[in-house]
């Protein structure tokens, strides 16, 4: 199998992110009511918008009546799992913002553990949320890296695929107290042996879970741990060539918050995670809404016309609603930008354009849409979120602070149509 190498700019990238996280910020006052916040709930990670009187929230636009399916998948959470898939590009990088959306729906509606993860792949090292560690003989290829295999890839856009001897360890750290624990072990796969097993070290537990054979066919399998884990290490024996499409910790019934990361990406690539993977997925593991966080790779300088963005991206949406027929879809418009215009830094003025065609997108494909852009404050926010430490000095990421606080005007414009 190929080993993957860390460019130069993957190398920059890391160190820009493990920057972004060690931004400190003191906290002052915010003008947003408690009767506001994110289901009234009166948590430290419910009222993080305190840390700012910059944003405002916003409420969705375009068909917000489809929502009512993740609405009525609520009522569901204590009799089983509700996921969510927080698809988006570097945005979301290292669970940036998609941390924040778990925690505060695990708190009110149940659920623990992280969620759905990789094998291998190249956030390890600027997530916060996990500490994520694998063996160096696997390959792996997504939306974003050469798949002359032809692999099929899972709905994270990544396929993890073991040699002989290949391991992952997944421990949680206390960033957040709704991932720091898990009893459940689902592993997604296909394209196993006949004699293909996972064996499981989790604590003092020991234990061995064989996997079904099988070239083509998705397999989910969950494995329960006898007491709650921290932290896990799965070793995949004569797993060779096998399909690891992903690995979710969970503990119990309620909401579990996915987050999928594709860097550099406009949303188009999703086009390339393959249907049958995708289906199999949905009908097995329940997405009820799926989030879209998008744009900032379409904002180019002196670009106008985003015709064929726009119909590629209408394909997307589309064949997304037949493969989760009963999921609701939010596309969140680009944030703001700050490039270089003399000796000032001022907002790119081709991202409310963005905006505007992933407005339209929306309204054609009959999904929900929050404006991100008019959430931070609209033009020459960007700046001003900078110089509080809620955005890194690229003029393009948040900190972990300024995600939280995203997160926050998200999840009020979602919850504020719920009308159950």
């Known amino acids: 199998m190929k080993k993957k190498t860390i460019s130069l700019k993957s190398i920059q990238t890391i160190l820009f992110i493990l920057i972004t996280l060690s931004v400190k910020i003191s906290a002052i006052d915010f003008n947003i009511k408690e009767s ?3 289901l009234n709930n009166k948590t430290e990670y419910n009222t993080l918008a305190m840390y700012s009187q910059l944003g405002k929230n916003v409420a969705l636009k375009g068909n917000v009546s489809q929502m009512s399916y993740f609405f009525e998948s609520l009522k569901t959470t204590k009799s089983k799992q509700v996921r969510i898939a927080h698809f988006g590009d570097s945005i979301i990088w290292g669970d940036m913002i998609t941390s924040q959306i778990r925690e505060t729906l695990q708190s009110k509606y149940g659920g623990q553990g992280i969620g759905f993860l990789s094998a291998a792949n190249d956030d390890v090292m600027v997530r916060s949320t996990l500490l994520h560690r694998f063996s160096d003989d696997w390959d792996w290829v997504s939306v974003f890296t050469k798949n002359s295999q032809h692999y099929p890839l899972s709905i994270n856009g990544i396929t993890s695929v073991p040699s002989a001897n290949s391991w992952v360890s997944y421990e949680a750290t206390n960033t957040h107290s709704s991932g720091k624990n898990f009893k459940e072990i689902t592993i997604i796969y296909g394209n196993t042996n006949n004699n293909s097993k996972v064996n499981i070290t989790a604590g003092s537990e020991n234990a061995s879970m064989s996997l079904s054979p099988g070239s083509d066919k998705v397999n989910i399998q969950k494995y329960k741990l006898n007491s709650e884990q921290s932290s896990v290490k799965l070793k995949f024996d004569n797993c060779a060539g096998s399909y690891i499409y992903g690995i979710s910790l969970e503990n119990g019934n309620g909401v579990y918050v996915d987050n999928f990361p594709m860097r550099g990406n406009s949303g188009i690539s999703l086009k390339d995670i393959d249907d049958n993977v995708l289906r199999k997925i949905s009908t ?117 602070e300024g995600g939280k606080i995203i997160a926050d005007y998200l999840l009020n414009a979602i919850m504020k149509e719920n009308k159950n």
Do not use: C
């Open 36 to 38: 506001d916040n994110i």
């Open 284 to 400: 097995e593991m329940d997405y009820k809404l799926l989030i879209l966080n998008f744009g900032i790779n379409v904002v180019e300088a002196g670009k106008t016309d985003f015709t064929g963005y726009e119909k590629r991206m209408i394909r997307v949406i589309n064949d997304l609603k037949k493969s989760f027929p009963e999921t609701s879809i939010i596309i969140v418009g680009a944030g703001d930008k700050a490039v270089k215009k003399g000796s000032k830094l001022v907002s790119d003025k081709i991202v409310p354009r963005v905006v505007a065609v992933q407005e339209k997108i929306a309204n054609q494909t009959g999904v929900a849409f929050w404006n991100m852009y008019e959430a931070m404050g609209s033009e020459g926010s960007m700046n001003n979120w900078v110089d509080e430490g809620l955005a890194a000095r690229d003029y393009i990421h948040f900190s972990v």
